[in-house]
């Protein structure tokens, strides 16, 4: 008759293999909580998702996302250009404004990104960039201050003017876009779009939107008022033109339940002292 002891000591080193083989695996493969395995059909290899990625959905229902609006960044003080004046920021300051959100947690997005909150997590305190008209300067000063701090921005660009003194040529505007920067359009030749035919709305709303996706290879999403002029009839023939987003010059903050036609913005310009831009986006927590 076989014993239960009997049994286990005719089979001991069978036993001891098992318990060494199990303990070589809970060595060589330990068992992760924390992660998930999952088999790519097309590559079989075990792709490790951590918890954090498993979900890309935001869970906060609305977010401010203050729109800061640019111009020229330069160093640029002409008392019979009020302009030109009015519409610069001298490099130091915008370093300092830069260097300020990336310090406090502001991270820099697209309206790309905009558009896709909730689907897609936005950071937790988002912030877009705005430059207009496409000045030769974005790409001589702004995107190496943006490029340092891993920040990026989008640029209206007027499309009749690409290429002419003082503003981006079309190898400036690809460059700019292949390093991540967002390209925008700001009208072909900005007039005021209120008062345009609905043949020369029609006119630069489309042919400034071909023009520049021509240079760059992808779609361009979004558009700027030519001096904020517009009206429900501009609105709409812009969302008619393909574009998903359009900002104005009217100031207030942007949240992601706003009409995508009508963004307000913050203007930034060479009034704005360090302090003054600090307290603007200190209510940002």
Not at 192 to 205: I, M
Request: net charge positive.
């Amino acid at each position: 008759m076989i014993t239960i002891k009997n049994f286990f000591k005719k089979n001991r080193i069978v036993f001891l293999l098992l318990a060494l083989f199990f303990l070589i695996l809970a060595i060589v493969i330990p068992f992760d909580l924390k992660s998930l395995e999952k088999i790519n059909p097309q590559n079989p290899q075990i792709v490790k998702i951590s918890q954090a990625k498993v979900s890309q959905h935001d869970s906060r229902t609305e977010l401010s996302v203050p729109i800061l609006m640019y111009h020229h960044i330069r160093n640029y003080n002409d008392p019979n250009d009020k302009l030109g004046t009015d519409l610069s920021v001298s490099t130091a300051s915008f370093k300092f404004q830069i260097d300020y959100l990336k310090n406090n947690g502001f991270s820099a997005i697209s309206f790309e990104s905009w558009l896709n909150f909730p689907n897609k997590k936005l950071p937790k305190k988002p912030i877009i960039l705005t430059f207009d008209d496409g000045y030769s300067d974005a790409f001589d000063n702004v995107l190496p201050i943006l490029e340092a701090d891993n920040q990026i921005g989008t640029f209206y660009i007027i499309s009749g003017f690409v290429g002419k003194e003082g503003f981006l040529n079309t190898d400036q505007i690809k460059k700019m876009s292949e390093m991540g920067m967002e390209i925008g359009s700001h009208s072909v030749d900005h007039p005021n779009l209120a008062t345009a035919s609905p043949e020369k709305l029609s006119q630069e709303l489309s042919n400034s939107k071909s023009l520049l996706e021509q240079i760059i290879g992808k779609k361009i999403i979004g558009f700027c008022y030519p001096s904020g002029d517009y009206n429900p009839e501009v609105e709409k023939a812009v969302e008619n033109a393909g574009y998903l987003t359009s900002t104005t010059t009217n100031s207030g903050i942007s949240t992601t339940k706003n009409d995508k036609f009508s963004l307000p913005r913050l203007r930034i310009g060479p009034t704005t002292t360090n302090e003054k831009f600090m307290k603007i986006l200190s209510t940002f927590k």
